[in-house]
């Protein structure tokens, strides 16, 4: 009997779960589906269909590429947090509504196969420098921009998680000490200012000014339909109001990335989430901005670049920490 | 003949230079010696000085110890950054004028021992971290304040340098994206608030209120002579005007130390430099503040301490770093 060689990743989101089967060499990804979240059905059936659609997956790539169940080694899941990923607990998930939920063993035992848990952002950094924009790096940082903004640490070439398994919270590193407030508690986080909501928040605080803009058609005139993916959209149309809230963005990263920088010292910054949506419009004035703010020796080695893994880095990087986390337990 | 079983340790700061020697199991310090660091004599002259102080320390070390030359195993040497470790040489020293110094190779040459070199801030954090306030944890953040502010990473168990060795400049990190402006031409820096010289000008700026202080009388009326000890003696002396500008720095400190605390989820914080001896008038506010602004979870692990090595620490980091960079050069 060959060594099982296939791999399954799991990225369960406070929008979407997402499900991928993988080689352990990392050189394509099969039978990828995305469903859902459903916060309202309870973790035992958000459980349940994580396994249905982990067994889908395992049928189509088994179909696909003429292997047997037995290629397949294990499960690794990416959730959010915070959660412990000795015992595989997630311990709070304030989107989900969960506790102290067992996550990790209840898959496994489900589907009879070994299973490793970690943080989403750490699983998105983690696959796109496995086999993304990071690949290939020592020192990277991950920045996923969405709902709220997640970070993921590679140092000397390994995932960091720090004392508790905390670490990488970059979204919860202010950059005004007496700025918004944000929902963690804290003044003046980045989060406040450029996750998905806030960008919208802006975008309507702007449009108060009475400026002429696209953004009230685009949605009928009711303001608080304004997303930032609305945002993106307005400023492609070149409009003057929408174009100024994603420069703000740019800004706002660009101060907070050059701290990481100034930190880290990292060959690269790789920002996913939709955000990317808005391209060079907002690319171009963050790495000036990084530019203008961090040290040159700290510039001059650091790309800033979208992920190249938009929707499946999750699920790779789940892959990843399955097998990092195999490894450190054979050492240890 | 027995294996050579002591290190000697270099300090070279913007105000002193400290020399000293350990047992390599870093039980006592030997022969401390400290000269003033005169910038204007040269990069040769201030290498002289230094090979003298360490051939004196030997000699003390002989004579009190019972032990021979022989038994001097080499030389860590803390400098100010930016420098190339691989290379022992210090590339730009603003305070000192040096350029592209190659510090390692004459100290090593004029004493015979082999020398390692890295930088004097993660010197400091990696000496609280070998035998200080940082012992016996595996991530440990440092932050040397004086003239400017330094920091030192010990993640998982090992000094982090980043990708070209500049990673930890965790005085400038921006707390204020609009803030004063830095020297390093950031702005909002940490530095440009907390640093001796900041705290002194916010003295400056809190007396032109026309507040009654001590602070005048203390420098007989000449304001350009307050320094930050002079408010930390006027502080303890329970003046109004300088526990202000304590409790600021404690605000400003405590911010950035929050973010430090959901970047890195450390287990210890430690703290070094003139600034400490504001004691609890600091140290307590300032644990308030991280406790208001950081995740609860990297809270409940992390201490916020004063250094014990004052003086001294690093001295014992650059003989730690000694340590490390030969088991690196053996594995390597």
Redo the contacts between chains.
């Keep these: 009997m060959s060594h099982p060689s296939y791999l399954l990743g799991v990225d369960l989101g406070g929008t979407n779960i997402v499900v991928g089967a993988m080689p352990t060499d990392g050189s394509a990804m099969y039978a990828v589906r995305t469903e859902p979240t459903r916060a309202d059905e309870g973790a035992d059936a958000v459980t349940a269909r994580i396994v249905r659609m982990v067994e889908e997956t395992i049928a189509e790539t088994i179909a696909e590429r003429g292997i047997t169940r037995a290629d397949f080694a294990g499960v690794g899941i990416g959730a959010p947090g915070?959660l412990d990923r000795d015992t595989g607990v997630v311990l709070i998930t304030p989107n989900l509504g969960w506790t102290n939920y067992p996550l990790r063993d209840r898959v496994s035992d489900a589907l009879g196969l070994p299973a490793a848990l970690d943080n989403d952002a750490n699983c998105a950094t983690l696959g796109e420098w496995w086999i993304g924009a990071a690949r290939g790096?020592?020192?990277a940082i991950g920045l996923t921009i969405g709902t709220g903004i997640g970070?993921g640490?590679i140092?000397?070439g390994?995932l960091?998680?720090?004392?508790?398994?905390?670490?990488?919270?970059?979204g919860?590193?202010?950059?005004?000490?007496?700025g918004r407030r944000c929902k963690?508690?804290?003044?003046?986080c980045l989060e406040a200012y450029a996750s998905g909501p806030a960008i919208a928040v802006r975008a309507r605080e702007a449009l108060e000014g009475g400026e002429t803009s696209l953004l009230p058609s685009m949605v009928d005139g009711d303001l608080e339909r304004i997303t930032a993916q609305t945002v993106y959209d307005a400023s492609e149309h070149g409009d003057a109001v929408a174009r100024g809230v994603v420069r703000d963005t740019a800004?706002?990263l660009g101060?907070g990335i050059?701290?990481l920088l100034?930190?880290?010292?990292?060959?690269v910054v790789v920002i996913a989430g939709g955000v990317t949506q808005a391209g060079d419009a907002l690319f171009e004035p963050l790495r000036a901005e990084v530019r203008?703010?961090?040290?040159r020796?700290?510039v001059?080695?650091?790309r800033i670049v979208p992920g190249t893994l938009p929707g499946t880095a999750g699920v790779a990087g789940a892959i990843a920490t399955f097998t990092a986390q195999q490894q450190a337990s054979t050492r240890a």
């Design positions: 915070p790096t020592r020192h970070g640490l140092l000397d390994a960091y998680h720090g004392a508790s398994g905390i670490a990488g919270e970059l919860h590193t202010s950059i005004d000490a007496n963690c508690g804290n003044y003046g800004q706002f101060t050059a701290n100034n930190i880290f010292n990292p060959e203008r703010r961090a040290f020796p700290a001059n080695v650091c």
